[in-house]
Each structure stands twice: as structure tokens, then as C-alpha cells.
């Protein structure tokens, strides 16, 4: 496909697309390596920035989801749309809905995990942000699985979603990816 038939997301849509991408990645890395390091001043400050990069990622999809809501994205190129299967439309519109569902469920959730666990989020060491639910240990017991089990589910979702536009790049070579890219035109 000419790269003069794709249309392409707003440059707002793109950046908004890549920096919650990459935050996404650092924040799940981060929460990885720091979920089994011992107690100490270091584990303090590493969960400090995963619950700012969380914060940030929840401002991010907020941002995004008002932006699509008044932007409408571009249509996908009718060729593409015929060549997919319906299985693979499902899919797509599926694990977009549900990244966005997650985008907004994964922070919130670490949020209510850490105001019941007593420890408040103070941004950028500046802020400190209201507790999103009373103290409450047995809370705390309930929503910490939750909070690592949605970010696995993101994870695998994220994963997907890379694996779709790849295949849509390579396989088809239909130039799908270009539509999220920076090269080009």
C-alpha cells in the first residue's frame, strides 16, 4: 500500500500513543524488579517512582481518551478492513478495549492498594496525593493481587497489540504501522 493512502493518527495522538507505550514498559519493568528486593531505603525510592510513573500513566490515558473522544481516530483503510477476518477485527477492537480499560484500572487499582496499605503517594516528593480508600489491612490483602494480576493482563495485552501491528507490518506488509509512525510522509 502507497504510503500517500495512510491515514495517518493526529502528531498529538502519536505522542501520546509512544509516551504512554514507553511508560508503560519502564512502570512494569520497574514494578518486576522491585516487587522481591528486600526492605531499604533503595526499594523505598523505587516504589516511590513506580507510583509516580503510575500517576503519570493514569494523567497520560486520561489526556488520550479526552483527545480521542474530540479527535476522532482515522478509519481503518478499507483494504485492510476486507482482509481481515471478523475473528481479527474482534480482536482488535477487544484489546483495545481492554488496554483502555486496564490503562485506567491498573493506576487506580495500585492506588487504592497503596492508601490501604498506609502508604500515601506524594508526587515528585511534592504532592501528596489523597488517599483513593480508608486504611485497611484487609483491603490492602485484596487489592495488591488485583493490582499485579491487571498489570500481567495489561502486559499480555500490550504484547498482543505490538504482535497485531508486526504482523500487519511484515505479513501483510499493508503499511498499517505507518498510520502510529514517524517516518514518511
Not at 144 to 157: C, E, G, T
Request: cysteine-free.
Amino acid at each position: 500500500m502507497s504510503d500517500s493512502a495512510i491515514l495517518r493518527y493526529h502528531p498529538v495522538a502519536r505522542v501520546l500513543h509512544w509516551v504512554l507505550g514507553l511508560a508503560l514498559i519502564g512502570v512494569f519493568a520497574l514494578g518486576l524488579y522491585m516487587a522481591d528486593l528486600p526492605f531499604s531505603p533503595q526499594r523505598l525510592k523505587l516504589y516511590s517512582w513506580h507510583k509516580w510513573v503510575g500517576v503519570l500513566v493514569l494523567t497520560f490515558t486520561a489526556v488520550r481518551l479526552i483527545w480521542r473522544l474530540v479527535h476522532r481516530p482515522p478509519a481503518l483503510p478499507a483494504t485492510i478492513v476486507q482482509a481481515m477476518p471478523a475473528w481479527q477485527r474482534g480482536a482488535h477492537h477487544a484489546t483495545h478495549g481492554g488496554l483502555y480499560l486496564l490503562f485506567f484500572a491498573v493506576p487506580l487499582l495500585g492506588w487504592a492498594y497503596s492508601s490501604a496499605a498506609g502508604f500515601p503517594i506524594v508526587l515528585f516528593g511534592l504532592w501528596q496525593l489523597p488517599d483513593f480508600v480508608p486504611v485497611s489491612e484487609a483491603l490492602a490483602d485484596v487489592l495488591k493481587p488485583l493490582h499485579r494480576l491487571s498489570a500481567y493482563a495489561m502486559a499480555a495485552l500490550v504484547l498482543l497489540h505490538v504482535a497485531g501491528a508486526l504482523k500487519h507490518h511484515f505479513v501483510d506488509r499493508d503499511g498499517l504501522l505507518l498510520r502510529m509512525g514517524w517516518g514518511g510522509r
